[in-house]
């Protein structure tokens, strides 16, 4: 099963896979962006201390998620897209302007980084 979250934009914020075995399942998206670290094809234990990789959060806006089934390959939709309003909790500190700006500056950050960190990773 293949979640695909995008902005009020059309522009794709998250791909999320869910579990597919029989019975009811939840998969649950963090209202954040994929990390911008490179991808690693060696498996190994994650030291105890080590923080998984987090991208910037989502700004306050407009959302929408499909779901969709991938068979060998191929992508088939399963229902219609859902649309939902993330908002804040009123807990943050920034105004609703330089949210916009924050994230931005964080997506070009991680575009920045992502080729950095592959070469020091070699």
Do not use: I
Not at 105 to 119: I, K
């Amino acid at each position: 099963m293949l979640l695909t979250v995008t902005d009020s934009e059309g522009n794709v914020v998250r791909r999320l896979g869910g579990p597919v075995s029989a019975g009811f399942h939840r998969v649950a998206w963090d209202l954040r962006y994929p990390p911008s670290d490179p991808t690693d094809l060696k498996t190994s234990e994650p030291l105890p201390w080590s923080q998984p990789a987090m991208g910037p959060l989502a700004a306050p806006g407009t959302y929408t998620v499909t779901l969709a089934k991938r068979v060998d390959g191929k992508v088939t939709p399963v229902s219609a897209p859902q649309t939902f309003a993330a908002q804040t909790l009123g807990l943050a500190g920034l105004p609703e302007l330089d949210r916009a700006g924050l994230l931005a500056f964080q997506q070009q950050v991680a575009r920045l980084q992502r080729p950095c960190w592959g070469r020091s990773r070699r």
